[in-house]
């Protein structure tokens, strides 16, 4: 080795040393930053916390007398919201993420039934723009709707204001006593559909098979992926509960605004002529159809604000509190001396095992959940609230056991059913001493499926084939995916599935006390919506979920009673630890701009969701009681 030889490997010795001593010296750096950060965090929490909870007092939020609630909720209403890892609220805010948040209805009733009582607030400003709601979310609309009602009905006013108004954003802002409207803004009422795509003929194209395995007439979860068109038994199921939603919201409307009967539809069906009478300017079709009272600009409706509630302190705006402020100025549900009544939420898909509360219902998580209220001797009640499409049908399995131990516990059970309980939330509701929905929640889908896909056709197209050898009949099913789904496999499959619809049926009957061939008649895998499940003895009772407490503390026989929200509540740092990974989207947006990153990051929303959607059929027996069409 030469001595120029000889010192360069010197030199790269030290040079890769010190690059080793500097990565040591950064991570050290960036995992005290870490703690550091945690714990001050926990510290903020906990001082926070400490001054919220001292002597029960709530938060103070200085609130002008006679000043407005706004009610300016950001995000997409939901029965239970997800908890928030504050890292992941940093990071999604660095790389320019703008998911919409969460509400829960049950947020938004308290903030308005607080406002009701509060004599400092004299009315309620509606800034509904950044609201919005699934289809399937009609009952909390109406729920929201009810309230907002018995709060004008107490004399004080309500106004709403906007840019424009989506269909659901205007159902509650028709409770208004006025309502106005950007004059270029625009208010379409689209009625409700249930529309979506089909993939037989593009699943052809790849040369995927298609297995599928359902009992129901009805039950078409699958349909988009073994036809090009929705089946006339769908086309029936759906346009019945459509209908009724339709109907409900049409109702709600014209009675708030003083309209004649018909006026609401007559708007949606002929959106056209009323246009060409008004120059195609769709403020004016509002304005002149009644929707709206006035049309004005940003700046008039400020004025007119002012006028109503005064000025604020600065002299620019009126005299206000905001949704989020006010709500964390209300009273929290108190546990004092009084027995509990168990408030048990079942809301997102069924899946097997656990899962995050307010993204899906893990089995064991609720389960686990019920156990804990059957455990717990001041719990004398349950009322367990559902909005669930379903899933899992083994998950659901699993709650139902702990429900039937509940009741032999000699604890009562409600369901209360919310927008959505079908299929796998009907499953766990069936047992409970008495279902409530609303009028328009969307129930039924009794029924079982199974579906995957197997790519042998697709494989053999660019020269991949499988062959080999086994010990059984059933060993081949180790090559199905690449290679065919081996007939004795599909056989058992769809056995499994027909056993999994007569035990569901079995539930049903047993739970309900109705004879199994009537629920195979009411069954079939169709959705039914709330008043017509009631006519089918499929629920108790029509209410909301504040009837369902009633009820419950009755079975109980209970005078006195204290709700409280059985929940697994996680710590900061859990939360904070609980999902440090960070998503693709976030990554690969790094050193984009704007305008790109926008693009990238929707385009990975959209593969997330639908990994998301996948990863949720995890059966152990491949059989799901899923209402996909309903969600």
């Not at 209908?243 to 009675?255: F, G, I, Q």
């Not at 004025?303 to 005299?319: A, M, P, R, V, Y």
Request: net charge negative; charged share 25%.
């Amino acid at each position: 080795m030469s001595d120029h030889e000889s010192k360069f490997t010197v030199w790269g010795f030290v040079k890769g040393f010190a690059k080793l001593v500097i990565g040591t010296l950064l991570l050290l750096q960036g995992l005290i930053g870490l703690v550091v950060l945690l714990l001050f965090v926990g510290v903020l929490v906990s001082v926070t916390n400490g001054i919220a909870d001292a002597e029960g007092d709530k938060v103070s939020v200085s609130i002008p007398d006679g000043a407005a609630l706004v009610l300016d909720p950001n995000g997409v209403l939901v029965e239970m919201t997800e908890e928030v890892n504050p890292l992941e609220v940093f990071r999604d805010e660095a790389y320019g993420i703008n998911e919409p948040s969460q509400i829960s209805v049950h947020d938004i009733v308290k903030v308005i039934r607080g406002a009701k009582d509060d004599k400092r607030i004299k009315g309620i400003v509606l800034d509904l723009g950044s609201f919005g709601a699934s289809m399937s979310s009609a009952s909390k609309l109406h729920y929201i709707n009810d309230e907002l009602i018995k709060f004008k009905e107490s004399g004080k006013k309500i106004v709403a204001v906007g840019d424009y108004y989506s269909q659901d954003q205007y159902l509650l802002a028709s409770t208004a006593d006025e309502i106005y409207m950007n004059d270029y803004g625009n208010l379409v009422v689209y009625g409700y559909g249930a529309y979506g795509p089909y993939f037989k003929s593009f699943l052809e194209k790849l040369k995927i098979t298609s297995h599928v395995f359902r009992v129901g007439t009805f039950k078409s979860a699958i349909e988009p992926f073994i036809r090009d068109d929705m089946s006339p038994e769908a086309k029936e199921a759906n346009i019945a509960y459509l209908d009724v939603l339709w109907r409900e919201y049409a109702n709600r409307v014209n009675t708030a605004r003083g309209l004649e009967p018909g006026t609401i539809e007559n708007y949606a069906n002929n959106l056209g002529p009323i246009m060409r009478s008004v120059d195609g300017d769709f403020a004016k079709a509002a304005l002149e159809t009644g929707l709206v009272d006035e049309l004005m600009s940003r700046a008039e409706m400020n004025e007119k604000l002012i006028e109503l509630f005064g000025k604020s302190k600065d002299g620019k705006s009126f005299k206000k509190v905001g949704f989020q402020r006010y709500l964390v100025a209300q009273d929290g549900p108190t546990d004092g001396s009084a027995p509990n009544i168990a408030v048990v939420t079942a809301a997102g898909t069924i899946v097997d095992g656990e899962a995050p509360v307010g993204r899906a219902v893990g089995g064991d998580t609720l389960a686990a959940t019920l156990k804990k209220a059957r455990e717990d001797e001041k719990v004398k009640a349950v009322v367990l609230r559902i909005d669930s499409p379903g899933g899992s049908a083994f998950a659901s399995d699993i709650i139902r056991d702990e429900i039937l131990a509940l009741k032999k516990a000699g604890k009562p059970i409600v369901a209360s059913m919310g927008s959505l309980a079908a299929s796998g939330g009907y499953w766990i509701a069936a047992d409970a001493d008495e279902i409530w929905a609303s009028p328009t929640t969307i129930t039924g889908s009794i029924g079982i499926f199974g579906y995957f896909n197997t790519f042998e056709n697709t494989a053999a197209e660019v020269g991949i084939f499988v062959d080999g050898v086994g010990t059984t009949t059933l060993a081949p099913m180790l090559a199905t995916g690449v290679g065919p789904l081996p007939e004795a496999g599909s056989e058992i499959i769809q056995l499994s599935v027909e056993n999994g619809y007569d035990r569901f049926l079995t539930v049903v009957g047993n739970g309900r006390g109705l004879e199994k061939s009537y629920v195979d008649e009411v069954g079939q895998g169709r959705v039914w919506i709330g008043e017509r499940a009631k006519d089918l003895r499929l629920v108790d009772n029509l209410g909301t979920f504040d009837d369902a407490i009633v009820a419950a503390a009755k079975l109980a026989k209970l005078d006195k009673y204290d709700i409280v929200d059985l929940r697994e509540k996680r710590t900061p740092f859990e939360i904070l630890l609980g999902n440090l990974s960070v998503k693709a989207s976030a990554a690969l947006g790094l050193g984009t701009s704007e305008q790109s990153r926008g693009m990238v990051t929707k385009l990975l929303k959209a593969v997330e969701d639908q990994t998301v959607f996948f990863e949720e059929f995890n059966d152990p027996n491949g059989a799901y009681a899923r209402c996909i069409t309903c969600e």
